[in-house]
Structures are given as C-alpha cells and as structure tokens.
C-alpha cells in the first residue's frame, strides 16, 4: 500500500513539459535561404492537437511579430508580415522538428527568431530562441 501511495503521489506531481532546442546564434548570407532549426523533446505522443509558432523580434525592436503557426498538419503563415511569400514549413512533427525555411534573407531580416511548441497535454514550455545575423556575401 505504501508503494502505491508513492507512485500515486509521485505521478500527480509529475508536470511534463517540452523541451526546445535551437541554436543560439545563426549567420546566413545575405540574399541566401535559411533554415531555421528547432527540435523538441516531449514525453506526450505527438498528436494532431500539437502545434508550432514563429515570432520575430527585430533588432533593436521593444515587440516581437507572429509570423508562422502550424497545426493539424497545416503551415498558417502570415499575411502581412515581413517574410511574406518567403516561409516554409521544414519540420516534421513526428520527428520532433519544428524548423522553418526563409528564402531570399535581407539584412532587415536580422533579429532574434522564437520558436513555441505545444503538445497538449505538455505545454509548459520555454521557447527556443536564435539570433540570426544577416551577414555581406
């Protein structure tokens, strides 16, 4: 009985979140495509429930812009946006791969990339984040 209660009360604790990784930093040149990696841990099976957002933070910029989400096995890239006609989806959610592409990398393009990933039940998260430096070719 005492086993039991153990268990029980270590599994109502228990808070799982997602792990997710990226690179720190990132050069790309400019006019060149980029992908941007970010991958993830998650005790939870991937369902169709999970999801992926994008959101930049322009250098020197206070507000960070959504740009990207992907649910139900859909890539929603924004309208009105800075990376309009230039996102695509690189990731696959059964491999625990949350990466993007943008073509045609401008110097304005420079700024901090965050990717957010939840895979219900397992939502707390901390999202990755990437610096990304536009460099001279």
């Not at 998650?42 to 999970?50: D, K, L, Q, R």
């Amino acid at each position: 009985v005492l086993l039991l209660s153990f268990l029980y009360l270590s599994h109502t604790v228990k808070v799982s979140a997602v792990e997710v990784n990226t690179p720190e930093e990132i050069f790309v040149e400019n006019g060149t495509d980029a992908k941007l990696p970010c991958t993830f841990t998650s005790v939870e099976v991937i369902s169709s429930a999970a999801s992926v957002s994008w959101s930049f933070q322009p250098e020197g910029a206070a507000t960070r812009i959504s740009f990207f989400y992907y649910s139900n096995g859909k890539p929603y890239p924004g309208k009105d946006i800075p990376f309009k006609d230039r996102i695509t989806w690189a990731g696959d959610l059964n491999k625990k791969d949350a990466s993007i592409s943008i073509s045609n990398m401008q110097f304005r393009d420079n700024g901090t990339y965050i990717c957010d990933v939840k895979n219900p039940p397992d939502i707390v998260v901390k999202p990755g984040e990437i610096r990304v430096r536009v460099v001279e070719k």
